[in-house]
């Protein structure tokens, strides 16, 4: 038996606006681009991919089966600039075949930070996803996919039974991410594991004319994931919403493939589709996993030099959650939201300066001009929001 699991990461920063030391104005977010980006990349993904999802569901009757991962502040703005997205995935919950998971409201890298912060943005964004869509999280996604054995434990502290991670070569070593694993010391938490090289071949090299495989038909896919049959039990695809309609446009034919290869994948009787939670309930757990170092999903290093690579990343990261207790014990909601809101990991992506292999997926969605720009503008939103704070 081999199913695929199906899940789809949704978010949009709160973008700042260009703020410099002469500007005093407490509203750092830009709401008309980050409107306009939202607006444009509804139309594109979010609504024509639920739709068709929504259908498919109903089509083969609950068979096909996906999971989401939507940031808290990925609803927030939802709520303001395009509630019948929505609407939309409320239809969606409502079909049974789809699992949201638990991850960090803010979309933040908290966890690398403090401790305390995590765990509260995990709370308000289960209570989110209870609230919005009937279903506390049971499995959880990090930001960014970051993932160690000491992020297992506290997870698994938290109350989930199972996280997804990257299928890192280097921590895998021969073994196949197709099987389900365990954190050393935790045999009741299982991890799921990202089959990098199939769900790029749809995130990223689709409508690559170049990719020796291209044209990638939904009958080539399928026969791939029926391949995995006696070599693993769930072949977990994991990649960014905005694969559907925003990274691969509609006009490469993104869409047809994902109306299709659900009857592809279930013609095979050894072939169906699971959530991330019915995963975990179907097959056994194969091995231990040992994870000593943090791993993401991000570029060929897997690592977290996209977010902490360099000088400006990492002064800007210690400056922010330097200002935790000042910002808690200040009892200001509007300050405590702001700094929240500043913790989203896309502010410190833009900081990044590794272009060559990777220079194209940093540019993506990126307002800035250069990674220095965007350092420092969110440096003097920083020094705004500590002489608030005094």
Not at 11 to 21: A, D, F, G, K, V
Not at 208 to 217: G, N, Y
Not at 269 to 283: C, G, L, N
Request: charged share 25%.
């Amino acid at each position: 038996m081999a199913s695929v699991c199906f899940y789809f990461q949704v978010h949009q920063p709160y973008r700042l606006r260009r703020y410099t030391i002469f500007d005093s104005d407490p509203d750092y977010f830009d709401a008309y681009h980050n409107r306009q980006i939202l607006r444009k990349v509804a139309e594109k993904c979010y609504l024509p991919a639920n739709k068709l999802i929504l259908d498919l569901i109903r089509r083969h009757e609950g068979r096909f089966k996906v999971a989401y991962s939507c940031t808290g502040v990925l609803i927030e703005q939802l709520r303001e600039y395009a509630p019948e997205v929505m609407s939309t995935f409320y239809a969606l919950a409502d079909t049974g075949s789809v699992e949201f998971l638990g991850e960090t409201y803010y979309h933040s890298l908290a966890f690398l930070q403090c401790r305390e912060e995590f765990a509260e943005q995990v709370k308000l964004h289960s209570d989110l996803m209870e609230r919005e869509f009937g279903q506390r999280p049971q499995v959880f996604r990090n930001t960014e996919l970051i993932y160690n054995n000491d992020l297992a434990t506290f997870v698994s502290d938290l109350g989930f039974r199972g996280i997804v991670a990257e299928g890192a070569d280097n921590v895998l070593g021969y073994r196949s991410p197709n099987f389900l694993y365990h954190p050393p010391s935790r045999p009741d938490t299982t991890l799921l594991l990202k089959n990098y090289r199939l769900s790029d071949d749809i995130a990223f090299r689709f409508s690559e004319r170049s990719w020796s495989e291209w044209p990638l038909t939904v009958e080539k896919f399928a026969d791939w994931v029926h391949q995995v049959n006696g070599q693993g039990y769930s072949v977990n695809l994991f990649m960014d919403y905005e694969t559907f309609g925003e990274h691969q446009w509609s006009d490469t034919g993104i869409f047809p493939f994902l109306e299709h290869l659900p009857e592809r994948i279930l013609s095979h009787p050894d072939d169906d589709f699971k959530t991330p939670s019915e995963v975990i309930q179907a097959y056994p757990v194969s091995d231990e996993l040992d994870v000593p170092y943090m791993i993401s999903w991000a570029d060929t290093e897997r690592d977290l030099s996209a977010w902490m690579g360099n000088a400006m990343q990492s002064n800007a990261l210690f400056e922010l959650y330097k200002l935790a207790e000042s910002v808690k014990s200040s009892q200001d909601p509007q300050i405590l939201q702001d700094w929240r809101r500043l913790q989203t990991s896309d502010h410190f992506y833009y900081m990044c300066t590794k272009y060559f292999a990777d220079g194209d997926v940093h540019k993506y969605f990126n307002p800035y001009e250069s990674p220095y720009d965007s350092y420092i503008n969110f440096m003097n939103v920083l020094d705004n929001l500590r002489s608030r704070l005094r």
